[in-house]
């Protein structure tokens, strides 16, 4: 059964810490996902050289590339590493979307990339804060029931 490889290119450090993060959760994903961390005054055409070297490392028949920023220099290597075919690249890449692609890596290039923007949209999200958290408790003792908070 094939595998799906995951390339990670980003800006130094992330690609190598959301690396480290998956590595935690899936210790067994070492083999299947590489990180690429592209520092700020290195030439693009290096990065690339880095990137192409990386990605036949793999030696898979499926890799899902994962860049942070979209129009940035990791981006833009990473279009020109993709072919649409063998390899798919995503942006915006973030732990829930990497734990998503890891989990399913399995599955055919075409589902992993559906439920790695799956899991990277539904992984943000705004949490409500209760009230009951950050207020001080009122003891049932109290004598003024109608005293409220400012």
């Known amino acids: 059964m094939s595998t799906t490889s995951i390339l990670l290119i980003a800006h130094a450090p992330l690609a190598h810490a959301l690396r480290e993060c998956a590595l935690h959760v899936f210790p067994d994903c070492g083999d ?6 592209v520092p ?7 990065s690339l050289a880095q990137a ?3 990605l036949d490392q793999l030696g898979t028949d499926s890799t899902l590339v994962l860049t942070d920023v979209f129009g940035a220099t990791p981006c833009n290597i990473a279009q020109r590493l993709t072919d649409g075919v063998r ?3 995503v942006t915006g890449a973030n732990l829930p979307m990497l734990l998503r692609a890891v ?5 055919p290039l075409d589902s992993v990339v559906n439920r790695a923007v799956v ?3 539904q992984g943000v999200m705004q949490v409500a804060i209760s009230a009951p958290q950050n207020q001080n408790r009122r003891n049932s003792h109290d ?3 109608y005293d409220h908070q400012q």
């Open 32 to 37: 299947s996902v590489v990180a690429l961390d």
């Open 40 to 46: 700020p005054n290195q030439p693009p055409e290096e």
């Open 52 to 54: 192409r070297i990386l």
């Open 87 to 89: 390899s798919r690249l």
């Open 103 to 107: 989990s399913y890596r399995s599955e």
């Open 119 to 121: 899991g990277g949209t």
């Open 143 to 145: 004598q003024d029931t």
